[in-house]
């Protein structure tokens, strides 16, 4: 037909249905063997589509060129179309922009919800449902629900957008529902944005192409390049200035033609906006405690008032949203960054932080608690929060020589703090498994937790998979094995697989124990190990520990 372009739509719908469909319908009722087979025989369904594709659009351009009808000189109603423009370089680079920017941002939502927020298992599968059902609603031929989505984008950033900054590892559904509907409605926009500077039908392959490089550029800049970069997730507000920065800014209340301003009272208006917004905002920074006061809540709101006021003017719109990501946390949060305290890797941010009103120093991973040290005199080597002595580790590591002897053999996956290597007594064998570079370097060499250096100095860390390391190991050769890799509240779960546990197996003398993990704030893992005691032929117990009830 004449618009091609609702096709992209359509597509796009079909690969959001693929998404949902897996985790929810085909993972859960089909065997891995059935899938295996499964996809092989779609995937030759696809190959051979395409190739029907391809031979009917050869056949086409055949009888059009023997008809004497070309692309350059098409005719309707016997009048004869000039060929299509070129596209600019400029309109390019916009292209390249107004898609990177959704791609980034669907990335940088999710680590953000991940990482902040709600670090709740197969979250990932959210932020990209909703990127990919933008591009069906800003494609559609039917453009109300993408102008009501432009319309919504601007003072969604505001409220929304103006929070990413904040850094204190806390957040709830209400959070995370407002950062899922901005990702979508700011995608909407920026996508029909894209769409409404589509060129000819005659360039729709450069046009996709284009799409595709702003694509893969968003998601670089998320997965290896912001990683390098920043300690935090800070490519997340940046691409929230670069959405606000692109996006159509069509007023909520057109109070300036109501007032019948000319072009020097629109000037005066705008002004007088951007100068509120850098003073209340230099404010809001200032008294920023943590806890939305009134008078914090106050400020945020009137920070708000004018940012909507403010929606039709580029500059006085975007000083509004930098002075609520500021205001709001944002100093905090780079105070943290400036003084050393968080490192990043491409597994996770963690944070330090020292209470010394309370004798305790933290280490965070997300929104998750992952090892407490008491800082008073001499209680650098006491085990503390979930590893304490009444936990199930705790009870089985502090008896092992009573178990296996003196030289009770010890496997760790996941390292943490080090905490449990108090546990550690002379003329025992531990080791250490641990992905992750950036936390051996905080748990044995920065000098900031004392446990490890204190309690297992020179006991070897593997680097790496645990499952892979721990196939390396001799079988038998393990007494005691914990398992506690988890990543904030998200689960490895290649580590809690019948696969998983044959490794464990391997590596275990036959009246060995393997202490597992199992708290969650999202997931109830007590079933999955349940079902792997029943299939396996393991002897489980479960031992449940409140430290606040001893």
């Not at 059902?133 to 453009?143: D, G, I, Q, T, Y």
């Not at 390098?228 to 300690?231: E, V």
């Not at 998979?465 to 398992?483: N, V």
């Given at each position: 037909?004449?618009?091609?372009?609702?096709?992209?739509?359509?597509?796009?719908?079909?690969?959001?249905?693929?998404?949902?469909?897996?985790p929810l319908l085909v993972e859960p009722n089909m065997r891995l063997a059935t899938q295996s087979w499964g996809w092989s025989a779609l995937y030759l369904l696809l190959v051979l589509l395409v190739v029907a594709c391809g031979l009917t659009a050869a056949r086409l351009v055949t009888a059009r060129k023997l008809a004497g009808v070309t692309i350059e000189q098409r005719r309707i109603d016997d009048t004869p179309m000039p060929p299509a423009a070129k596209p600019s370089a400029r309109k390019i680079a916009l292209w390249i922009a107004l898609s990177a920017v959704p791609s980034g941002l669907m990335l940088s939502t999710t680590t953000?919800?991940?990482?902040?927020?709600?670090?709740?298992?197969?979250?990932?599968?959210i932020p990209l449902?909703?990127?990919?059902?933008?591009?069906?609603?800003?494609?559609?031929?039917?453009?109300?629900?993408?102008?009501?989505?432009?319309?919504l984008a601007p003072p969604m950033l505001l409220m929304a957008g103006g929070l990413t900054l904040l850094s204190q590892g806390s957040g709830g559904l209400l959070i995370a529902a407002t950062s899922l509907l901005m990702l979508f409605t700011t995608a909407v926009s920026l996508h029909a944005r894209l769409y409404r500077l589509r060129p000819e039908p005659e360039h729709l392959t450069l046009f996709y192409l284009i799409m595709a490089v702003g694509g893969a550029l968003g998601g670089i800049f998320c997965a290896l390049i912001a990683p390098?970069?920043?300690?935090w997730v800070y490519e997340h507000p940046i691409?929230?200035?670069?959405?606000?920065?692109?996006?159509?800014?069509?007023?909520?209340?057109?109070?300036?033609?109501?007032?019948?301003?000319?072009?020097?009272g629109q000037w005066w208006s705008a002004a007088v906006l951007s100068v509120a917004a850098i003073v209340l905002g230099y404010f809001l920074a200032m008294e920023w405690t943590g806890w939305f006061t009134?008078?914090?809540?106050?400020?945020?709101?009137g920070l708000l008032f004018i940012g909507f006021a403010a929606i039709g003017w580029r500059t006085p719109y975007m000083l509004a949203l930098i002075a609520l990501l500021i205001g709001i946390g944002g100093v905090a949060t780079l105070r943290t960054s400036a003084e050393g305290d968080r490192t990043r890797s491409y597994f996770g941010i963690y944070t330090i932080r020292s209470h010394p009103e309370i004798g305790q120093r933290t280490l965070s991973h997300g929104t998750t608690l992952h090892g407490t040290e008491l800082t008073g005199p001499g209680q650098s080597r006491v085990v503390t929060s979930y590893y304490g002595p009444n936990s199930g580790v705790g009870l089985a590591f502090d008896r092992a020589s009573a178990l296996y002897g003196a030289d009770?053999?010890?496997?760790?996956?996941?390292?943490?703090?080090?905490?449990?290597?108090?546990?550690?007594?002379?003329?025992?064998?531990?080791?250490?498994?641990?992905?992750?570079?950036?936390?051996i370097h905080i748990a044995r060499d920065s000098g900031r937790f004392g446990f490890f250096p204190g309690c297992a100095a020179?006991?070897?860390?593997?680097?790496?998979?645990?499952?892979?390391?721990?196939?390396?190991?001799?079988?038998?050769?393990?007494?005691?094995?914990?398992?506690?890799?988890?990543s904030s509240d998200a689960i490895p779960l290649h580590m809690l697989t019948r696969e998983a546990f044959a490794v464990y197996q391997r590596a275990m003398q036959p009246d060995g124990i393997v202490l597992v993990h199992i708290s969650n704030r999202f997931i109830n893992l007590e079933p999955v190990l349940r079902a792997m005691e029943v299939h396996g032929g393991w002897h489980a117990m479960l031992r449940y520990d409140d430290p606040d009830a001893n």
């Open positions: 037909g004449e618009n091609p372009y609702p096709l992209y739509s359509a597509s796009n719908l079909g690969s959001f249905g693929g998404l949902i469909a897996y953000h919800l991940t990482t902040d927020i709600m670090a709740m298992p197969l979250m990932w599968a449902g909703l990127y990919l059902l933008s591009f069906s609603v800003a494609f559609a031929e039917r453009r109300l629900l993408a102008d009501i989505f432009t319309m390098l970069l920043f300690d691409l929230i200035l670069a959405a606000a920065f692109l996006v159509p800014l069509p007023p909520l209340l057109p109070w300036a033609d109501w007032f019948r301003f000319g072009k020097t009134p008078t914090e809540l106050a400020m945020a709101g009770a053999s010890v496997g760790v996956v996941g390292l943490g703090t080090g905490t449990l290597a108090c546990y550690r007594r002379p003329g025992q064998q531990w080791q250490f498994f641990e992905i992750d570079p950036a936390m020179g006991v070897p860390i593997q680097l790496g998979d645990a499952r892979l390391k721990l196939q390396e190991t001799p079988a038998g050769s393990l007494d005691l094995l914990a398992i506690d890799a988890f």
